[in-house]
């Protein structure tokens, strides 16, 4: 698995992919893939004052309406 | 009352007029009356795409100016008696017509056909507007690119703004061979990505050429692009059908892995 796992990450479409999410991500609400990452730090340490929260799985997606926050396991 | 569809992409070159032209077709061949309309002032391309151009006498401007009747500016298709186009003018700009008046013309198109499909020309600016101006749902052709894909998602953005909620996407020129290098996106990565509903993907056919060339659409033929457009046409109108396998002739190894892979 880790071998398949390495040829992706690779691969042009995986540097594709990275380019037009963070493309998107600044472009759906006007901000920056850093002002992202803050936001996501932010919101984890404010969440997990409340929930039990694991790091890794942790996640923040804007899209064009909405804030997705992934606290754990599969994805929205 | 029929349906006022816009197709559109902000990004030029990824495949509008042929889906356009493609999905008119297919939607006549399912029995539906569809008229096709080419909002390109300036930069007319459908009826080369269908082969008509020989056949234009008046045009969607001298329809809005009053230069003509509706009836007189339709053209028919050779082939099929239930879908007709209303060409562009050639010599106009963008600022010969308005979004008003285009949303007037479709309006009346819709009490007669099923179908009003509007071919959208490239860009945000006042051609956009005209040509949704009508439009009560949307279809985004996009190619597997990132310049594509971010035009897309503009598109997207601008049509929710203007409170057309159906919008439904294509994916054009696929290529299995380099997806399944890992050098082009899938369907899957593009629809994630882009996160609206799928209507169907394209593979980059030399029949599309081929057909273009002839000014014949690709659905007569028999092609793998031909049957995915008759497959969009068949979701447009509510059946439910399912994703063509755009990997058929790679045989048993490639049907395995499958382009809908993830990733």
């Known amino acids: 698995m880790s071998m398949f796992e390495a040829k992706k990450t690779n691969t042009s479409v995986s540097i594709a992919k990275d380019r037009i999410k963070a493309l998107l991500v600044s472009e759906r609400v006007n901000c920056t893939p850093d002002t992202l990452e803050k936001i996501q730090n932010e919101l984890y340490k404010t969440i997990s004052k409340y929930l039990e929260v694991i790091p890794e799985e942790f996640d923040v997606k804007m899209t064009r309406s909405y804030i997705y926050i992934r606290l754990m396991g599969e994805d929205s | 009352m029929g349906e006022v569809i816009v197709i559109t992409s902000g990004k030029g070159g990824v495949g509008k007029t042929t889906t356009t032209a493609n999905i008119g077709v297919g939607l006549a061949t399912l029995g539906k009356k569809v008229v096709v309309i080419d909002t390109d002032l300036g930069l007319r391309n459908l009826d080369v795409v269908m082969g008509l151009e020989n056949r234009i006498v008046y045009n969607v401007v001298d329809v809005i100016e009053g230069n003509c009747r509706m009836k007189q500016a339709l053209i028919k298709d050779k082939v099929h008696e239930n879908l007709y186009l209303l ?99 899938s369907v899957e990565d593009v629809t994630e990505i882009l996160a609206i509903n799928l209507l169907g993907a394209i593979p980059d056919d030399e029949q599309i050429v081929v057909a273009t060339n002839q000014g014949e659409p690709v659905i007569g033929m028999d092609s793998l692009a031909g049957k995915a457009y008759l497959n969009i046409c068949k979701r447009i109108i509510g059946e439910d059908v399912s994703f063509l396998d755009l990997d058929a002739h790679t045989g048993f190894f490639g049907k395995i892995f499958g382009i809908f892979k993830s990733n």
């Open chain 2, 87 to 185: 060409p562009s003018a050639q010599t106009k700009d963008k600022s010969a017509i308005s979004p008003e008046q285009v949303k007037k013309l479709t309006e009346e198109l819709a009490e007669e056909f099923d179908y009003v499909l509007v071919d959208c020309p490239a860009g945000i600016e006042q051609g956009f507007q005209n040509a949704i101006a009508g439009a009560t749902r949307a279809i985004v052709v996009t190619t597997p690119e990132v310049s594509a894909i971010r035009d897309a998602d503009r598109i997207i953005g601008l049509l929710e703004k203007n409170g057309i909620k159906n919008v439904d996407l294509v994916i054009n020129k696929i290529r299995v061979e380099m997806v399944k290098r890992g050098d082009m996106m």
